[in-house]
């Protein structure tokens, strides 16, 4: 079965106070990993997708990079407007759904 | 804002109900998930829909069901309910059926008293 797993489950961090977000996955023939952002009371927001090990992607201060057991999620000098929930998913070929992690909930104070 | 739809925001009932989740999908999207977020299980995929057909099913429990209709909108059915379907239900759509990019609405929470 695949899995998924975040760590840690709460990160407190001060303004500008760089770190990093973990999700480890065991999934057969991985198609693509995603990270999704959620608020309290909304839906997932999505952010990024890896395809494959070494790749890349950031957007502001968010950068996602994925090897082939894991992918990290790097905040560099957070801002309040950053604190939310950060959900991994993966999907594999052949399968259309997302299965997702627990999450990250980031909280950052001003 | 996502452009999914989703009603009512609120639901609350009793043990035993059925109740009618509805989302509107993305203008142009063909496919609809539903996923259920509850605080000890997460988000966990139910079933997923594209162009009115079933493709896929998850941890879906036989009170449940789903159907997208012909405008494709779907509905979420959830019958006999219990304590435990306490729970916030997301909808979400894609372009097309493998597209991983999924927009979600805002979702409903069921309170099952």
């Known amino acids: 079965e695949d899995q998924v797993t975040q760590s840690p489950e709460a990160l407190r961090l001060q303004e500008g106070e760089s770190s990093s977000l973990n999700c480890s996955y065991t999934v057969s023939g991985l198609r693509g990993l995603f990270w999704y952002r959620q608020d309290p009371g909304k839906g997932p927001e999505f952010l990024f997708t890896?395809?494959?090990a070494g790749e890349e992607k950031e957007k502001e201060r968010l950068k996602a990079t994925l090897t082939k057991k894991e992918s990290f999620l790097h905040i560099t000098a957070p801002k309040p407007e950053d604190s939310a929930t950060y959900l991994c998913a993966v999907q594999v070929y052949g399968d259309y759904k997302l299965s997702f992690g627990a999450g990250t909930t980031v909280t950052v104070r001003a | 804002d996502s452009g999914v739809t989703q009603t009512p925001k609120h639901l609350i009932t009793a043990t035993g109900q059925r109740v009618t989740l509805r989302c509107s999908p993305r203008s142009g999207d063909l496919s609809v998930y539903w996923y259920q977020q509850s605080l000890d299980q997460g988000l966990q995929f139910l079933i997923q829909?594209?162009?009115?057909?079933?493709?896929a099913k998850g941890n879906i429990l036989e009170r449940f069901s789903a159907q997208q209709f012909p405008d494709l909108h779907s509905e979420l059915n959830l019958s006999s309910l219990e304590l435990g379907d306490s729970a916030l239900y997301f909808c979400a759509s894609s372009r097309d059926r493998s597209d991983e990019k999924l927009f979600f609405g805002s979702g409903t929470q069921l309170s099952v008293l």
């Open positions: 829909y594209y162009n009115g057909e079933e493709r």
């Open positions: 890896l395809y494959s």
